[in-house]
């Protein structure tokens, strides 16, 4: 298995409250991950640095190695992270209301865990197709579902950052968890709503269909996000399993 990610500022931001990583457990399995905070004067970038950097602690200590049981660690984790971003939140007047998405992959063997809460997303690209593997938690995504905008509607919806579910902010952390088989030379992806809210699924799938090093995936996506206009920070998450391949790296 290998991965690279990379996250910008963007054109627009001050800073940039996005935050991502990747952390192997004793087991050997691999946990990525995408938050974007939100909220509080300088919350959003305090609310995803928690969610990634104490998830990804806590499962490198782990050595869970079945599906499983890496999904009841990871409902119980996300629940225990929901309620500390909200104790710190009540306990500091500059970061009330602060909370983050979260789109995280979790690989074992064969298999890999997909998590998500908010608009963060997760993508499959595999034999020529772009697949969305997360559904958004947004007040747009709820009023195309039940037919009342069109999907052109949708992508420019004065209200598309309005984010029904998030990470911090309610007392639930209610995640869609899904598990996925592995197939041959898959691709995932994992970005923040910087990336898809600028770049077209269509152009995501051109990216990840070229030959290049991932590390220039990332970059290329991240260029296009600026160049139509950068309006949201931009980060991008790329993992790789070759047939039978499975090594680490970076």
Known sequence: ???????DVGKRREDNQDFAGVFKNEAGALFAVVADGMGGHQGGDVASEMAVSHLGHDFSQTDLHSVEDVVKWLIYDLQR???????????????????TTFVAVIV?????????????????????????????HSLVNELLKHGEISPEEAAHHPQKNVITRTLGVSSDADADVTVFDFGPDEYLL?????????????????????????????????????????????????????????????
């Open 1 to 7: 298995m290998e991965y690279a990610y990379q996250s």
């Open 81 to 99: 992270e929901n309620d500390k971003i909200l104790a710190v939140s009540d306990h500091y007047a500059d970061l009330r209301g602060m909370g």
């Open 108 to 136: 074992v063997d064969n298999q890999y865990i997909v998590a998500n809460i908010g608009d963060s997303r997760c993508y499959r690209y595999a034999h020529g197709t772009l697949e969305q593997l997360t559904e958004d």
């Open 190 to 250: 994992l970005c923040s709503d910087g990336l898809t809210n600028m770049v077209s699924d269509a152009d995501i799938q051109e990216v990840l269909a070229t030959q290049s090093a991932l590390e220039d995936k990332c970059a290329q996506l991240i260029d296009w996000a600026n160049d139509a206009g950068g309006l949201d920070n931009i980060t991008v998450l790329i993992m790789h399993r070759q047939g039978g391949d499975d090594h680490d790296g970076k």
